[in-house]
């Protein structure tokens, strides 16, 4: 179990993971927080995902066999007192374990390797809790990779990993492709390129008639209060729209992406008997 107590804001470990909460000292060191048991649960199922452990007392006690789960891993376990970890945390209220984890994103070609049936993009999405909602919903509705563009949030970002709920470490993410150079490659793999926005000549009802789901897509999502940019827009097979049969002026951006990547899941399913297709990470 974790040694001696780290008590100084100074010691040069907590001054290391301290920085981790600016991007541009996360891609200098390939690493990021994940803050809480389940995201350390899910970090450990990675071979060498958990890199360093921050644990207070109470949590240790709490917590076991996470614990020695990450030392058996090899992982360092550092004990801090509950001052160290609220300066470390980026919650209000932490729930004193604290994972210094390294980067899980992939190439796009690894991620299209799989030749995958459902691929979810974000395009133009700026705030953390946004997308790691969307990467949540993806990774809940079977999508088989994830792709954060270079005009995207960074998925590292604290929120966006709290956000994800664990997802982060479940499929294969890709950071950082330009849009247009990744349309190419999508629809080289096979893939119907599908934009979600407002300005859609094609509602969703109609994409599900018309057997359009059941082709394998990538679902194109955009910024929550401006949409898809034209120039992106052009580049797409098609622009569909979720329909609104009440009153309401729109859907946010996670239960549009939820509707949208459901619908597909389910025409996929079922043109192929519900068998399930494409590969996890890890496997």
Same mark, same amino acid.
């Given at each position: 179990?974790?040694?001696?107590?780290?008590?100084?804001?100074?010691?040069?470990?907590?001054?290391?993971?301290?920085?981790?909460?600016?991007?541009?000292?996360?891609?200098?060191?390939?690493?990021?927080?994940?803050?809480?048991?389940?995201?350390?649960?899910?970090?450990?199922?990675?071979?060498?995902?958990?890199?360093?452990?921050?644990?207070?007392?109470?949590?240790?006690?709490?917590?076991?066999?996470?614990?020695?789960?990450?030392?058996?891993?090899?992982?360092?376990?550092?004990?801090?007192?509950?001052?160290?970890?609220?300066?470390? @945390?980026?919650?209000?209220?932490?729930?004193? +374990?604290?994972? &210094?984890? $390294?980067? !899980?994103? #992939? *190439?796009?070609?690894?991620?299209?390797?799989?030749?995958?049936?459902?691929?979810?993009?974000?395009?133009?999405?700026?705030?953390?809790?946004?997308?790691?909602?969307?990467?949540?919903?993806?990774?809940?509705?079977?999508?088989?990779?994830?792709?954060?563009?270079?005009?995207?949030?960074?998925?590292?970002?604290?929120?966006?990993?709290?956000?994800?709920?664990?997802?982060?470490?479940?499929?294969?993410?890709?950071?950082?492709?330009?849009?247009?150079?990744?349309?190419?490659?999508?629809?080289?793999?096979?893939?119907?390129?599908?934009?979600?926005?407002?300005?859609?000549?094609?509602?969703?009802?109609?994409?599900?008639?018309?057997?359009?789901?059941?082709?394998?897509?990538?679902?194109?999502?955009?910024?929550? @209060?401006?949409?898809?940019?034209?120039?992106? +827009?052009?580049? &797409?097979? $098609?622009? !569909?729209? #979720? *329909?609104?049969?009440?009153?309401?002026?729109?859907?946010?951006?996670?239960?549009?992406?939820?509707?949208?990547?459901?619908?597909?899941?389910?025409?996929?399913?079922?043109?192929?008997?519900?068998?399930?297709?494409?590969?996890?990470?890890?496997?």
């Amino acid at each position: 179990m974790a040694g001696r107590e780290l008590t100084s804001l100074r010691s040069p470990r907590v001054k290391a993971a301290r920085r981790l909460a600016k991007r541009a000292f996360r891609r200098r060191e390939n690493r990021f927080l994940a803050e809480g048991p389940q995201a350390v649960r899910e970090a450990l199922e990675i071979p060498g995902g958990l890199a360093e452990l921050f644990t207070t007392a109470e949590a240790e006690a709490r917590h076991p066999e996470l614990v020695l789960a990450a030392e058996r891993a090899g992982a360092p376990v550092l004990r801090v007192s509950g001052e160290i970890m609220a300066e470390l @945390a980026q919650t209000v209220t932490p729930q004193g +374990l604290l994972a &210094v984890c $390294e980067f !899980v994103d #992939v *190439p796009l070609g690894k991620a299209l390797e799989p030749n995958p049936r459902l691929v979810t993009v974000l395009a133009h999405v700026r705030d953390p809790g946004n997308a790691g909602t969307v990467l949540r919903t993806a990774d809940a509705a079977g999508s088989e990779a994830v792709v954060f563009t270079d005009a995207s949030v960074d998925p590292y970002n604290g929120k966006c990993v709290r956000a994800s709920a664990g997802s982060l470490f479940h499929l294969p993410v890709v950071v950082g492709p330009r849009f247009d150079e990744l349309i190419p490659e999508l629809k080289a793999g096979g893939l119907t390129v599908l934009a979600a926005d407002g300005a859609g000549g094609r509602t969703l009802d109609d994409a599900i008639d018309d057997g359009l789901l059941v082709n394998p897509t990538a679902w194109v999502f955009g910024n929550e @209060a401006w949409g898809l940019p034209e120039e992106i +827009l052009r580049h &797409v097979d $098609e622009v !569909v729209r #979720v *329909p609104i049969h009440g009153r309401a002026e729109s859907l946010n951006l996670a239960t549009a992406a939820a509707v949208c990547l459901y619908a597909s899941a389910r025409a996929q399913r079922g043109s192929q008997g519900g068998s399930q297709g494409g590969a996890r990470r890890g496997t």
